[in-house]
């Protein structure tokens, strides 16, 4: 298997624009987790899902932030408008219910926004 | 609430044996991971403890004991590849609740 796969790696944009990050979770792993990383804040969760379903979005920090499922192989996180404090690491991971919980990283993509 | 505490940053030898700790506070238990992140990269998995106890993998151990809330990982034989951050993460529901990490910076 690939492993969590995620794209972009880097992004660089300017504020105010939108952002879309994807991710590709492994096969048959029916729950994907949205995580930001800082210096600052460390690893936060901000959305996960089960089996497509959103369950838990209490850490998206605001309306800005949107992530969609539409399929058990693709999600997808939008920041629109994008602003400077929002540059991070953006990771996805992705578990299976029945094999202990371990979650799976992506590489992660690295947001700046100027 | 859910509160986990490590230390942020630790030194050790190449070839000692380091000692990273975990505490936390947590309404329900449902096990605890640590993972290793190297700088730029993604956590992987370490260890999972969800018994009390020590649960042993090659130079890598886990410990835990619920009723203290305290979690620790046991690094030896100590190698310059192990200098990376590692992170405790309690497990509630199918969350992880992460710790904020502690670097540990290894020595020649």
């Known amino acids: 298997d690939a492993g969590v796969i995620q794209s972009p790696r880097h992004e660089v944009t300017e504020m105010g624009q939108e952002v879309t990050l994807r991710c590709k979770p492994i096969s048959g792993h029916d729950y994907l987790f949205w995580y930001r990383q800082t210096m600052m804040r460390g690893l936060e969760l901000l959305i996960y899902?089960?089996?497509?379903?959103?369950?838990?979005d209490s850490g998206m920090p605001e309306d800005r932030f949107s992530a969609k499922m539409p399929n058990a192989s693709f999600s997808t996180l939008k920041i629109q408008p994008s602003e400077p404090r929002d540059s991070a690491v953006y990771f996805c991971a992705s578990s299976f219910t029945q094999a202990g919980n371990e979650q799976f990283f992506g590489p992660g993509t690295r947001l700046t926004v100027l | 609430g859910q509160n986990i505490d490590q230390p942020t940053e630790m030194t050790a030898t190449e070839g000692a044996i380091v000692q990273i700790n975990c505490t936390y506070q947590t309404s329900g238990f449902n096990g605890l991971f640590w993972y290793q992140q190297h700088a730029g990269e993604a956590p992987t998995f370490l260890s999972y403890?969800?018994l009390d106890g020590l649960e042993e993998k090659g130079r890598f151990s886990s410990f835990l004991s619920r009723s203290k809330g305290y979690s620790y990982l046991l690094l030896k034989e100590l190698q310059m590849k192990d200098s990376a951050s590692y992170l405790c993460?309690?497990?509630?529901?199918?969350?992880?609740?992460w710790g904020a990490g502690t670097k540990l910076i290894i020595k020649p």
């Open positions: 993460a309690l497990k509630s529901n199918y969350q992880l609740i």
């Open positions: 899902f089960n089996n497509n379903v959103p369950i838990d």
């Open positions: 403890n969800v």
